[in-house]
Each structure stands twice: as structure tokens, then as C-alpha cells.
């Protein structure tokens, strides 16, 4: 008898699924209506009604769906068999993009699919289609693209290799159809509170020009119904408003991977960096990136820390708060200020001459500050819950489909 912890079984199966037997291994290419099939050779053109709507791997995020707001077309003469079909799946077959998949759906309207792309069409008696497209998500099928792709020049994997492909499939349909409605119920949930986070997002950047007077404006136009009556914003430059600090050069050596008890947050251009020994600031500060890929960007930074010479630390002067200032330095989208040619960067001289707005009452700033701040912690709370779903997401995909390295011979 075959020792039960060596067969080929998920380590999480559905109730009713449970005494059917092992899952069966086999190949993409024995699952499919036809071999995998090349797309269309053409260049893409701007979209339009009447020609086709072209699919290109760079149409195609991440998460397998259309990027609906880049939609192109294509020039050439056509037929019926280049369209997508309810079910059918491409793949990308070269450059950095190589294994990503998409698994058409007819809301998406009518697409043809350019070369770069493979498509594959299960066969229905003999693999669920949406099983297939959740599958390709998995570890295991990205271990296969990895290993398959490791080639001299551009990666890349074709028709063959693709339909070579390992597959190891439950002995019923109906198990197959479980685990793909199971999970694609969590990617509708994730879908769900992605459009949320989304939304969150857009809100709060319209708030924030509402809440900010625009150039050439002394008021906001929307204020709060106390402060319609206070007046005008002041003007000033930043420098009136704040002291603005570089932060202290750090030696590489001193910069430390792990947290301990006496070592301090290190702050730079490139955010979180590591930990020093000493402290430069301790209490609530608005940070700016000077150079590199966070050139312009703010973070608000709160306990004891370390600045290093690639931050600017901006301490508010008396009458202006620190979470109101912050939101305006956002606003004010420094990295348009950076100077330099080979590594643009913001200097301690130029944002002093900025100018600001600024309400004389300090009510009306808290208010405005509580207000984002009360968005951001709403947006924060929907990423930390977007995240979670995303990884229990997949361990529930490491848990319902085998691993067939962990079988023994």
C-alpha cells in the first residue's frame, strides 16, 4: 500500500474531495484544444473604433487583467481566429515580461492578440480554465518559468517548452472548478478593495487642492464653515515658515541592518536605510528626499532618529503645526525644484525661497491637518487589509495545490 504521506495530494482539500484519489500528473500541451498558438506580427497603432483592439504584453498588469486606459489598435487584416475566445489564456514568451499571463473574459470586449504573446486554449473535459490562470500565479509555476527562461541573451520561452509545462490536476472536474471559484472569490475581494484604496486615494488628492489655495489664490476654496470669515492666508517663503536642516553625513560602516535597544531609525534620500548608535532628532519632523528616486518626496517621521545628508529635515517654526506642514510640502511637489544635470537634487538654498500660504489661526490649520490625517489612516488601513488578503491568498494557493518536490519517490 502507498505510504499516504508520499501521494501526490494538496495539503488542503475540500471535504467531499478527500477520499477521490491523488491528483494526476500531466502536461499543459495534453490539456489544450490545439498546440499553443503564436499571435499577430504588426506594429500597434492609436485606437481606434473601427479596427481591432490589439493586446500587447505591456497591456497586461501584473495581476493578469487589462490595463483598459492604454487600449491601441492594430492595421492589418484579420479573421476570426485571432480574436480571444471566452477562457483562452496568453502568455508572454520573452523579455522581463516572459510567464506573465491573462486570461481573456468577453467584458473585456473583443481583443487580438499580438506575437509576443502565446495563447493556450484548454480543453474543457480536461482542465478548468480558471484553475489554469490561478495555477500560474503560483510559486511553482514561476520556480518552472524561472528555470525554463535561464537562457544566454533575452529570456524567453516558447510554444513547445509551454506546452511542456508540468501540470498536476485533481482526478475530478468538479475539485478543479472548488479551488478555482475559491480563489477567484478572493481575487474579486482583493479586486474590491483595490477600486477602494483606489478611490481613497483620488479622494484625498482632490481634497488637497481643495483644502490649498491654488497659485495666484489667498484662499482655499473649500474652507471650513468657522474659518470662512478669519481672512486671507498668509504669504511667506519656507524659510519663514521653518528651519530647514540637512541631515549629518554617515559612514556605511556605522549603519547597522537590525533594530536594537540603543540604536536609532537611519533616515536618508532612499527612506529607511538602516540603524546608527546616535540620534540626530528626536520628537515629530517632516523629512524631504534630496536626491536619487526620492528626490522631492516628504515623509512625516516621528520618535528618535537619524538624518543623514541625503534628507531634509524641516522644523516648523512657532504657529505653524507639523502635520499641516507636511501636507503642504506634499502639495507643493518639491522634486520640481531639483537642480543639477548627471543627479538632479533639491538644496537647502532653493526650498528656503519657496513661498507658502499659510492660515493665521492655527485652528484652521489643525483642522485641516486632522482631516488628511484621518484619510491617511483610512488609506492605511485599507493597504494593511489589501496586503493580508494578499498573502493569505497565497498560502491558501501553497496549501490547495500539491507540491510535488515534497513527494518522495
Known amino acids: ?114 506575437g509576443f504573446l502565446i495563447r493556450v486554449r484548454p480543453e474543457e473535459e480536461k482542465l478548468n480554465s480558471e484553475l489554469l490562470f490561478q495555477f500560474l500565479f503560483s510559486e511553482q509555476y514561476w520556480r518552472w518559468v524561472a528555470f525554463c527562461s535561464a537562457r544566454s541573451g533575452q529570456p524567453g520561452i516558447n510554444g513547445n517548452e509551454y506546452a511542456s509545462l508540468p501540470l498536476h490536476l485533481p482526478p475530478q472536474l468538479k475539485e478543479q472548478q472548488k479551488i478555482a471559484d475559491c480563489l477567484s472569490s478572493l481575487d474579486a475581494l482583493i479586486a474590491a478593495h483595490i477600486k477602494k484604496l483606489e478611490a481613497l486615494t483620488t479622494h484625498k488628492k482632490g481634497l488637497m487642492q481643495q483644502l490649498f489655495p491654488r497659485e495666484g489664490e489667498t484662499v482655499p476654496r473649500l474652507r471650513f464653515p468657522e474659518f470662512r470669515d478669519v481672512g486671507e492666508w498668509e504669504e511667506k517663503t519656507l524659510a519663514e515658515s521653518c528651519r530647514l536642516q540637512a541631515g549629518k553625513f554617515v559612514r ?121 490625517s484621518s484619510l491617511d489612516t483610512l488609506i492605511t488601513a485599507h493597504t494593511k487589509k489589501l496586503e493580508t488578503l494578499k498573502t493569505h491568498k497565497k498560502g491558501l494557493m501553497q496549501q490547495l495545490f500539491p507540491n510535488p518536490e515534497a513527494v518522495g519517490s
Open 1 to 114: 500500500m502507498k505510504d499516504e504521506t508520499k501521494a501526490l495530494v494538496p495539503r488542503l482539500r475540500f471535504p467531499e474531495f478527500r477520499d477521490v484519489g491523488e491528483w494526476e500528473e500531466t502536461s499543459l500541451g495534453s490539456c489544450l484544444s490545439k498546440h499553443p498558438e503564436y499571435g499577430i506580427n504588426a506594429p500597434s497603432v492609436p485606437y481606434a473604433e473601427n479596427l481591432p483592439t490589439y493586446l500587447r504584453i505591456t497591456d497586461i498588469s501584473d495581476n493578469g487583467q487589462i490595463r483598459q486606459e492604454q487600449k491601441v489598435s492594430v492595421a492589418k487584416e484579420v479573421t476570426e481566429e485571432n480574436y480571444l475566445e471566452e477562457g483562452d489564456i496568453v502568455l508572454a514568451r520573452t523579455g522581463a515580461s516572459v510567464g506573465k499571463a491573462y486570461k481573456y473574459r468577453t467584458r473585456d470586449g473583443r481583443l487580438v492578440f499580438a
Open 252 to 372: 556605511a560602516s556605522d549603519i547597522h541592518e537590525k533594530a536594537e535597544a540603543d540604536r536609532y531609525p537611519c533616515y536618508g534620500g532612499n527612506g529607511l536605510r538602516g540603524y546608527t548608535l546616535t540620534c540626530t532628532h528626536s520628537g515629530a519632523y517632516p523629512l524631504i528626499g534630496r536626491q536619487g528616486a526620492q528626490c522631492g518626496n516628504v515623509n512625516l517621521v516621528h520618535g528618535k532618529f537619524h538624518a543623514t545628508e541625503h534628507a531634509v529635515v524641516v522644523s516648523p517654526y512657532q504657529g505653524v503645526n507639523t502635520t499641516w506642514i507636511f501636507y503642504q510640502l506634499i502639495r507643493m511637489n518639491l522634486n520640481q525644484y531639483a537642480t543639477g544635470q548627471a543627479q538632479p537634487g533639491l538644496s537647502v538654498e532653493n526650498l528656503d525661497k519657496l513661498i507658502v500660504r499659510i492660515p493665521t489661526n492655527e485652528n484652521e490649520q489643525q483642522e485641516i491637518a486632522d482631516c488628511l
